[in-house]
């Protein structure tokens, strides 16, 4: 029986796109002092990929594997919505990945002048089998 190894990079690419910044608002810099972020890091991260990632399995009989892109709002609050798929796999691979994003918990939000902002997210959720020799 093979192995299935589904993991997500840890380091989201940022997207940075401020949902409520409105046209009359000048804006020298839109790049956030501090990035949205899954709350307790990198290794709480990866405990809940480890935990909630599930590699479908008509997914896996068919051999399908490769890296979904998603991308996503993390809201002023933390909250995560509009999530869609970017760049997918397979309709199965797409799907778990949209299901595995919409699961996490609130993210620490993203602070641009001192204030929490909206902002854009985008992360690869990969999907492959472990090299068994």
Known sequence: MKTILAIIFILPFF??????????????????????????????????????????????????????????????EGEIKDV??????SAELDEEAVRFVKSMPNWTPAVLNGEKIDIKCRIPVVFEFSKEK
Do not use: C
Not at 33 to 54: Q, S, V, Y
């Open 84 to 89: 869609e798929v970017v760049r997918g796999v």
């Open 15 to 76: 997207i940075f796109s401020q949902e409520k910044a409105n046209s009359s608002e000048k804006k020298t810099n839109n790049i956030p002092e501090i990035n949205a972020m899954f709350p307790g890091g990198n290794d709480e991260m990866r405990k809940f990929t480890k935990e909630n990632l599930i590699y479908p399995e008509l997914a896996e009989l068919l051999g399908n594997q490769g890296r979904v892109y998603v991308d996503f709002i993390v809201t002023k």
